[in-house]
């Protein structure tokens, strides 16, 4: 039984939690810790976990009754931990992003390559949803010919706290995009461009100006679109639509049954990640646990592409700062990242 040290106990925490103590096997929670006790106190008497918070990061970490580590704090915290489970030589899973900084970024990266081992897994999720793996197949099979465009769609009701800002629709929200495109069309990204649309009147957080359109450029050519709505008041939604030479391949509409009622006919639709991503986080984290049970590196998302997230990131929001197009460049791609 892989024995798992939880930091941070938000949202993703309690998805997460519930997934390894009531969906997935092969993993328990033997060491929890948040910087608001309170928190720490809620999850272990929600999952009944029967254990005492830790008193810091770095006695969760050095415990010997933690065999790997989940980072789910804040999106600006996860360098610390991550850093700190690698030196004690920990397997590592942090919610995305890996970090917000490029430097901090390339910081873990570095003392990964250092390790001469992969210890890391970036929680995106997406690559696990199986319309995702779907559509993947469907692409690199050949089906729709060389994908040329593409149109997403990434939707939330209302900004999921009080400090959510206008970075963090790129950093938080876009950085899912990001991940994924690439990987669905097999390239690395040429340039990035990002634009305020008309602003939302409803919107009531005060450091937050959305919604904003971004253009991802591959290097192949191939060109994604991105609208980003986070007070879109109906629900989360999520769409990928890709235009190859010879036909179309997106994600099915709403992943939900359809229901004719009271002269209607409608789908209803989640209002958090976790209702439409539900299957892949649970997938996401089976592999996590199976692989490093078994003494071998993550085979999910590495450090290196949270790495190239955090750069292709830092460019989206340099264009939207300076209504540029603005290039991209990632460097020499380290041997363990392979
Ligand atoms: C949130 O942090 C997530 O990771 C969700 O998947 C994303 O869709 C949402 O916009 C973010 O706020």
New binding site residues.
Partial sequence: MLRFGVIGCGY?CHVHVNDIVNNLHGAKITAIYDVNKKSAEQVISEFKLGIQPSNSIDELIESPEVDAVLVFSR?DTHTEPILKSLAADKPVFT??PLATTVEEAKQIVDAEVKKGKRLIQV?F?RRYDPYYQELKQTIDKGEIGAPLLGYCR?F?PAP?NDY?KTS?VIN??F??EISVISWLFNDEYQSVQVQYARPNSTNTASELQEPQVATLKLKNGAIINTYLN?NSHYG?E?KCQVIGETGIAELPDMPSTRIHKDEKIYNSVPI??GGR?AKAFQLEFQDFIDHVSKGEEPAGPSAWTGYMAAITCAKATESLQTNQVVDITFGEQPDIYK
């Fill in positions: 993703i999106n919610e995305k929680g999720m990434h939330a999921p959510y963090d938080d929200t950085v899912h986070i989360y999520v958090e990640s991503f």
